[in-house]
């Protein structure tokens, strides 16, 4: 099973940007799928945004055109650039990935087998 660790959440202003990092370990990820999911507070896990088949992204209508979900392969990693972020966007953000490649892209949690614990994000108005 893959190992997932993410980085790069912090407190920023709304307007801002960041970007979340996952680096994966124990498998190679690069022609799998991978996506991003986010909790807000009181909230349930919803999608954010997905990748697969090397390059085909997908993403959540609140955050197209805001974030961009992309892949090193070289680093085994997986990134989540965020723009223009909203206090809306205030969430623990989760990187998780599939143990079986696909050609679609996947937006249930249930589709993902390896989650890494997390990293806050909070966007102060």
């Known amino acids: 099973q893959v190992q997932l660790v993410e980085s790069g959440g912090g407190l920023v202003q709304a307007g801002d940007s960041l970007r979340l990092s996952c680096a994966a370990s124990g498998r190679i990820i690069s022609t799998y799928p991978m996506g991003w999911f986010r909790q807000p507070p009181g909230k349930e896990r919803e999608f954010v945004a997905t990748?697969?088949?090397?390059?085909?992204?997908y993403y959540a209508d609140s955050v197209k055109d805001r974030f961009t979900i992309s892949r090193d392969n070289t680093k085994n990693t997986v990134y989540l650039q965020m723009n223009s972020l909203k206090p809306e966007d205030t969430a623990v953000y989760y990187c998780a990935a599939r143990s079986s490649r696909g050609i679609v892209y996947y937006t249930n949690i249930r589709e993902y087998d390896s989650w890494g614990q997390g990293t806050q994000v909070t966007v102060s108005s």
């Open positions: 990748t697969w088949s090397s390059s085909r992204t």
